[in-house]
């Protein structure tokens, strides 16, 4: 999400400013391809199918980046031609595959581009996979969950003293002093929490789960304060990747009816 979603060097509106008129020097939709330093392995019902050091990424405005891998590089016995085409005015006509492995079936799980009419050339010689129809996806020997991680992304995790308080239906459910700020590529910045600093009575733990691909698990809870309850409002990560573990034990939060102010400032969601 570094370069095309967000607010990034080429979305709209734009992230910064540039000193020429870049709506007049590039098209509105920008496709960039570019070579993947990293082993990329890919597995289904237990077998390589995808095993390659020449990968490509593909970043398209207002999409996640996606691989695409040599054909030669593929397991060709798992490729199933599929009947199912697709138009794409950007990248061309998009002809779709079943993927097998033994008794496991994927349907127009992969595809190509035989003739781009605008984009790079070199997708005509590459397939795609729909990252979640395959069972796991490795950059070495590193398992990637989610989506491919967009190298341009990133994010910083800042302790601040700054006095942060958190209000929901107008109630003061948290204060601190202790808390760390998340600062991520194309998001707002992010407050977390020490969870000994929030009313524990305003929590009540929800089933959802999410994973995200640069900072690990998180879990949620619903959160009440007056007299509405923000499902989900707040958020954990109990399985933190790299820098994110120094947020383990804090909470963040998000949602309608929820208020955040960092020494008085009222902090967007």
Not at 134 to 143: C, G, I, K, N, P
Not at 144 to 157: A, E, K, L, W
Not at 207 to 212: A, D, F, L, S
Not at 225 to 248: H, K, R, S
Request: with cysteine.
């Amino acid at each position: 999400m570094a370069l095309t979603i967000g607010r990034a060097p080429f979305t709209s509106p734009l992230g910064g400013t540039y000193n020429f008129d870049l709506e007049s020097a590039a098209p509105k939709h920008i496709l960039y391809l570019e070579k993947v330093s990293k082993r990329i392995r890919g597995l289904l019902a237990g077998e390589t199918i995808i095993d390659t050091r020449e990968a490509m990424m593909l970043h398209e405005t207002g999409e996640f980046i996606q691989w695409y891998i040599p054909m030669k590089d593929v397991l060709q016995a798992a490729l199933e031609p599929s009947g199912q085409r697709e138009s794409d005015v950007f990248k061309g006509e998009k002809s779709y595959y079943g993927v097998r492995v033994g008794d496991r079936f994927e349907a127009d799980a992969a595809w190509s581009h035989r003739d781009p009419p605008q984009g790079p050339s070199a997708l005509r010689d590459l397939v795609a996979f729909d990252f979640d129809r395959l069972d796991a996806w490795f950059e070495e020997d590193e398992e990637i969950f989610d989506h491919p991680r967009d190298p341009y992304h990133r994010f910083d995790c800042r302790r601040t003293s700054e006095p942060i308080v958190v209000r929901v239906g107008g109630e003061k459910i948290a204060e601190t002093r202790r808390a760390i700020i998340l600062f991520e590529t194309s998001g707002v910045p992010r407050y977390y929490i020490p969870l000994d600093d929030v009313k524990a009575a305003a929590l009540s733990p929800s089933e959802t789960r999410t994973i995200c691909p640069y900072k690990g698990g998180a879990a949620y809870y619903n959160v009440r304060g007056g007299e509405v309850t923000v499902p989900d409002g707040a958020w954990t990560l109990p399985d933190p990747f790299g820098e994110a573990i120094v947020v383990l034990g804090h909470l963040s939060f998000w949602g309608d009816n929820t208020e955040i102010y960092a020494d008085g400032r009222h902090v967007p969601l």
